[in-house]
């Protein structure tokens, strides 16, 4: 599923079950954001979207060992074909610290037979190898929860 163009960069292509604008929902409604983002043990206290050009998003999530806050600005949102974000930690877990490095995320949905979307996304740049490989991580088990709330919301 992963893909490195670089060190920095991160590329990951996934087939989901699912019609582009039903993928492309997943991403831009809160309640159904709130229930998929984040690694597999990690559950939303908070979630707060608004999915326009320009608009502010924010997560805090937390597992049996820390919280985490994760905040951004839409730069694209193009119905249903492509979502483009900002995405960068906050230090400490709280969306009151100081916001770790950014980087750039950017989805795109294609429809492909039988109903499905091919989604790629590309997350770039990271500000160490360190950082794409756990995101790697991070993002593959997200993409597991969010292929069974798919799944569940047929």
Do not use: I
Not at 67 to 82: I, W
Not at 127 to 153: C, E, I, M, Q, V
């Amino acid at each position: 599923m992963a893909a490195a163009v670089d060190d920095l960069t991160l590329r990951l292509t996934r087939r989901f079950d699912a019609s582009p604008e039903r993928l492309f929902d997943a991403w831009t409604d809160q309640e159904q954001f709130a229930e998929w983002f984040g690694p597999k043990g990690v559950t939303t206290v908070y979630c707060d979207l608004d999915p326009r050009t320009g608009g502010a998003w924010r997560l805090l999530g937390r597992n049996t060992e820390r919280t985490f806050a994760v905040s951004g600005r839409y730069l694209e949102v193009k119905r249903p074909e492509r979502l483009a974000f900002t995405f960068a930690w906050h230090d400490k877990g709280n969306h009151a610290q100081p916001r770790e490095h950014e980087t750039t995320v950017t989805l795109d949905f294609r429809p492909v037979a039988g109903g499905k979307t091919e989604m790629t996304m590309v997350q770039t740049r990271f500000s160490d190898p360190t950082a794409t490989a756990n995101h790697n991580r991070g993002w593959d088990s997200s993409f597991d929860k969010l292929d069974d709330l798919l799944g569940r919301t047929a």
